[in-house]
DNA sequence: TATGAATGAGCATTCATTCAT
DNA sequence: TATGAATGAATGCTCATTCAT
């Protein structure tokens, strides 16, 4: 339609090729390894044409984390449907979450080893540009958790406060599963973690 | 008194001292600047002399992150004493958690960064020696929480992958709390996060 | 016609020029002072380019080394033919020898020192990778006297050995050729040479 | 009986401990483990003290090196006796030079690779200093070959020059002998080293 | 547009030398 | 006299980035 669009398409195309070469390294080789010069092999291009695409090694980064968590999204959208209740839609996303990241393990635990980025309190200049893909699930979860608030089915709290301890809570488990042999039932460890945040530790009754 | 000798007085105050410059400098600078150079120039030394001091990098930064993350268990082991009730230890360790990482925000921030180390799937070499504070904290939990489910307090589930929830979801809020002006009353979080595991989120007879 | 690309070429007449750099280097500087800093100035290129020709220092002054005496190899390989008579090649060595090495007096002299390695007793990992147009030298003096003892113009003895005399023996005159000012005529030491070798020391009929 | 001489003999009988101690260092390690510690810790001083016995590690490496060839040098002088025909004090040489240097084999191989200091053409300031004790055992070899030819048992050539040749020629073998595997019997090689320098290598009448 | 050779600042580490004790 | 902690220049090597082609 527009003009520009074949261009923009084939940009487009080759940034997420970069992307999934990316993180074929990154799962192989882990993030030390994670050169320019070894994107560039996987993704069969030469070094210099990955600035081409990208601004610098940051940029890329940022978009090759950003387009897989673009498909986590994805997922999660169909999931996190407002109006539904809670109590339906969390053990959905926890079963959604453990079965992408079954899926990439490899990702997952490079990943997370570079989640909380530099963690350079000077330089801050980057830090708007920067998590959002993991701020919109952030978000997603936040607003679950706000309607059904509003709807009386859960206790009125910060809910973003909430996504947040709900969301690193869950990757937690996530994380424990990449190590288990054999892997543990996903559907365990999905009405696990739904029981435990929906209803408590406790016993009912038991405590005063 | 002691059996130690003045030297090693000195080399036990001196490591204190480049850990504490490592911990600045981490905070400063983040985990990408924390150069042997840096430090050294942190603690006022030569670069030359950390290498009296600790064997090599990798040394030097267990040892920092040892000291700190010790200082942490010294409190914890202080609060989650075996056969107090869950419902009091959880809340005491959350404030534990909340009040020593108020102090040491920065710490926190870049420690988060590097705790999965370089998260490659073919480089298990070194996986033994490391971590074994954050492997401490997660077996305390994991105990407190096995008591509790033995005495019928909690209900049975596997202790580890509990401790491994719940710290990481206490993580979560003790990040989010970093970036938060002006920052949330400590003991508000306490109260809140203590509900939420020990009750869960939902209004009791709500929900089917 | 060769099937040798551009590329090819170019990266032959690079590495040779990195060689003839480090042969400057190490006439002026000495052993001691061939940093990679110092050859990367010499050949008016950068330190990180030396790495796109080497794998490390070690490959560098081995290739540095073997592109000199292969040249001098070539000169030999002229000479020490099978079949002439060791009375004639012999001389003729020497003087291959003496005018190679007064060309290159600067790269004699450091490379002398730098013959035997390391020299550790309890190191030998990398013994047989090196060295070896020393030793091709030694095996080609060598076959020419054993020819020349299996048609009956020398004593029989292990040429091996014979060969190692040899060439030590005339190392140690072109070592002395570097300091003499003005140096000796080349043709004087070749025949002074060959005929102590090929006669012994003694005046003939005055020693029982 | 001179004033001085208890502090004198002191300082002597360190500088030897010293020496020794280098050759011990020198031969476990090689020369690229010649560090200064070592030698200190070997010699069961601190580093510092040992720049209260030398100028620096160049002089200290020195003296080691002159300490060893001293005694070789004692040896070599109850053989090279001037008046004594070189057919019997040249075997008898070769034999003090065999024995010696299977003594101290890996003195030999370290010290081989150090002999011609650092070759550094543009930095002659020390050259005089150095390497004094080769040179007089070249020099009692020279002189001994002067002897000979000025009693017409030798042809009449530059003793100097034939001294450096055959002193390295003897060097060569004594290398080969390191690494032969049985050993080859020491009176084996000296008589063919000795019959080799005195008589050639040609048959006599096969030759023009 | 795409390349990849070249760059050079940066890194961890070593070690001869100094100097306060 | 003897020490050894401290120094800091120097080393081999890496890799994000640039730029002439």
């Not at 408590?200 to 005063?208: A, E, F, T």
Request: net charge neutral; glycine share 6%; hydrophobic share 40%.
């Amino acid at each position: 339609m527009s003009p520009e669009s074949k261009e923009a398409v084939l940009e487009t195309w080759r940034r997420n090729e970069i992307a999934q070469a990316t993180h074929r390294v990154l799962a192989r080789r882990g993030p030390a390894g994670l050169s320019m010069q070894a994107i560039a092999d996987e993704a069969g291009i030469a070094k210099g044409t990955l600035y081409l695409y990208f601004e610098d090694r940051e940029a890329l980064l940022e978009h090759a984390v950003d387009a897989t968590f673009g498909e986590l999204m994805a997922r999660l959208e169909t999931v996190l449907l407002p109006g539904r209740p809670i109590a339906e839609t969390l053990p959905e996303t926890v079963r959604a979450l453990i079965l992408f990241f079954d899926e990439k393990k490899d990702f997952l635990r490079a990943y997370m080893s570079m989640r909380y980025g530099d963690g350079c309190a000077e330089d801050v200049r980057h830090k708007r540009r920067k998590r959002t893909h993991y701020q919109s699930y952030l978000k997603l979860l936040a607003a679950a958790f706000g309607q059904a608030a509003a709807r009386g089915e859960v206790k009125p709290q910060d809910p973003d406060r909430l996504a947040a301890l709900v969301a690193d809570g869950i990757s937690a488990v996530l994380l424990r599963r990449l190590d288990e042999r054999p892997p543990r039932p996903a559907e365990e460890d999905v009405l696990w973690i739904s029981e435990l945040l929906l209803r408590g530790l406790l016993v009912p009754g038991r405590n005063s």
